[in-house]
């Protein structure tokens, strides 16, 4: 029993790899994947050392359509005061320019992400498997580009709600258009700002009037262009338009019949991902990104970590040569033991049988103490604190771009004294000496309180308006200012939580509408400006729910391994020195 007790001992051997290549720490991660530790030379390893990106755009982003010589030629093609307001074909050139602007924002958008993505590091300690550094990277990439996307989409819808909220006039007159009313042509009246209206919808609408592109053909005939729209702004249309009708040779002779240069139709065959019938918006949303490429070389990375050393443990039974004097040592060490222990044991197994006795008519309770210790709860809290400061994380960021690019787009707005088709910072009109002349009507600033909108980016005054009886009435918390958007910003929405100065504001409102409730809000105030909700993204209060019970079955780990220390049993140590006086007494 000795020498079969002897054969079932299992003891831990532990190793020490020096230098090894990548191919051998390979090796070592399939042999020993629990127990290989091999630290890196530098905790940090930037991207860029081992990862290689390449993306292919959108096939029109590399096409003669993006290049001036193509914007110019349609643009001389088409004689714009011959056409309709309605031809397509006047804003044709625009169209384009757009869509090369487009291309242009998204290879600097991708420059940009690309450039933060090999300057981030994968953080390694120790040196990590292949498969678990490819989808590290990987994952990584993609958080990178799905972050790019979803601030290009923000920004670019910023532009364009702040554009329609602040009813900004094209020059195509495509939203709006200068025209004296029918009583106004003998008097001296300034002309007036009215909105272009399609199918029943005006312009004045902030979400546009999209309907199909169409133009006039040489025999007066109207023609729909396959998949193009047209809409009250050029950015609206292209965004919700095709780019069929360049890869069909009929539809592109037939929009442009006069072209000078030659030009290539797109190729269906030429897309991985997007469709002929995508529009520029899906386009859009992936930064026109049709293929991604990512080229993850391991032996650089494992370059990079350099690790001087690998040490690993495993487990195996004693060898043979233990067993077997283990085996020879019980021959000589059974004889000589137990001349000297027989007696000791017979007098121990008669006290042993005589204390029995007495105790079986006793019951015996022997108290036990439980420590209760809970590392389950630990480790909960550390996933929990971790998800909730890189979600606070990923929120700060979020408020910070989005306040980032809203004022640019303000400034920008202010800057280039933008003209608002509500004349409420520039008003057109006829100076008195110019009645009976043949002098253009003249744009001048709005001026409040001394404020003129064209020295100062921002001209905030109290909202008013006048009643029936002709009174001027002051709107509690409601600010007007040069564009519409920065008196909205400064403004509050008390008014809309009171119900008399809701009626006093809409006293024809046709529908039923119940006022803002104050105590639905859990940070915001009734006074807090909307300027402060944007700077929290409108959010009032986030509920997290983080269950490490989804998360540990995420995990899903195969196994769990642990080790400890203890010195050799009794048994093992009596049975050692019994051999040795008696193995060496046989054999000798």
């Not at 940090?44 to 290049?67: A, L, R």
């Not at 700002?193 to 133009?215: E, K, Y």
């Not at 030429?270 to 391991?298: A, C, G, P, W």
Request: net charge negative.
């Amino acid at each position: 029993m000795i020498a079969i007790f002897s054969a079932c001992i299992v003891r831990t051997v532990e190793k020490i790899e020096y230098v090894p290549s990548h191919i051998k720490f390979s090796q070592l991660v399939r042999n020993y994947p629990s127990t290989l530790h091999c630290p890196c030379s530098k905790f940090g390893i930037t991207y860029d050392t081992f990862v290689t990106i390449q993306v292919n755009f959108h096939q029109v982003c590399s096409s003669q359509f993006i290049q001036q010589t193509w914007i110019d030629s349609i643009f001389n093609q088409q004689n714009m005061l011959s056409l309709s307001s309605d031809d397509f074909r006047r804003t044709l050139s625009f169209f384009w320019q757009v869509i090369a602007g487009f291309c242009m924002m998204s290879n600097r958008t991708w420059i940009d992400t690309v450039t933060s993505f090999d300057a981030s590091r994968i953080l390694s300690p120790r040196a990590i498997a292949e498969e678990v550094v490819r989808n590290q990277v990987q994952a990584d990439l993609n958080n990178y580009i799905i972050l790019a996307q979803a601030t290009f989409a923000r920004s670019l819808l910023a532009i364009r709600r702040t554009t329609s909220a602040n009813q900004i006039i094209s020059a195509l007159a495509t939203n709006f258009y200068l025209h004296y009313l029918p009583t106004d042509l003998d008097s001296s009246e300034s002309p007036k700002m009215s909105p272009r209206i399609f199918n029943n919808c005006s312009c004045l609408n902030i979400a546009g009037c999209p309907h199909p592109a169409t133009f006039n053909d040489n025999y007066n005939h109207i023609v729909t262009i396959p998949g193009l729209i047209d809409d009250c702004l050029i950015i609206d249309g292209t965004l919700s338009s095709t780019l069929e009708c360049y890869y069909n040779q009929t539809c592109l002779s037939l929009l442009h019949p006069s072209l000078t240069i030659d030009v290539e139709l797109l190729i269906n065959t030429s897309n991985k991902y997007f469709m002929v019938n995508s529009t520029m918006q899906m386009l859009l949303d992936k930064i026109m990104i049709d293929e991604m490429i990512s080229d993850i070389r391991f032996d650089l990375y494992y370059s990079q970590c350099n690790p001087t050393y690998c040490s690993y443990s495993y487990t195996r039974r004693l060898d043979v040569l233990f067993i077997i004097t283990t085996i020879i040592g019980i021959f000589g060490g059974l004889s000589f033991a137990l001349r000297f222990i027989s007696p000791f044991i017979a007098a121990i197994v008669l006290r042993w049988k005589n204390r029995r006795v007495l105790e079986d008519n006793v019951e015996h309770v022997m108290p036990t103490q439980q420590h209760q210790c809970n590392p389950r709860a630990t480790v909960e809290e550390v996933v929990r604190n971790q998800v909730q400061a890189d979600l606070n994380n990923y929120i700060t960021l979020a408020q910070v771009t989005f306040a980032r690019s809203l004022l640019a787009i303000r400034r920008t707005t202010s800057a280039n004294q933008i003209i608002s088709a509500l004349a409420t910072n520039f008003y057109l009109h006829y100076l008195p000496t110019d009645f009976d002349s043949s002098e253009s009507p003249k744009m001048s600033p709005r001026i409040f309180n001394n404020c003129s909108c064209l020295n100062v980016a921002d001209c905030p005054h109290p909202a008013t308006f006048n009643d029936n009886y002709n009174h001027i009435v002051t709107i509690p918390g409601m600010i007007d200012d040069c564009l519409i958007i920065d008196g909205t910003l400064s403004s509050t929405l008390e008014c809309y939580y009171n119900q008399t100065c809701l009626s006093l504001l809409h006293p024809s409102l046709t529908i039923d509408l119940e006022p803002l409730i104050n105590t639905s809000n859990k940070y915001f105030m009734i006074n807090s400006t909307v300027q402060m909700l944007l700077d929290k993204i409108m959010i009032d209060e986030m509920i997290s729910d983080i269950l490490f019970d989804l998360y540990y079955s995420q995990c899903n780990p195969t196994y769990c391994s642990y080790s400890y220390t203890h010195r050799l049993d009794v048994l093992f140590i009596i049975t050692t020195i019994i051999g040795i006086f008696g193995g060496l007494s046989f054999a000798l």
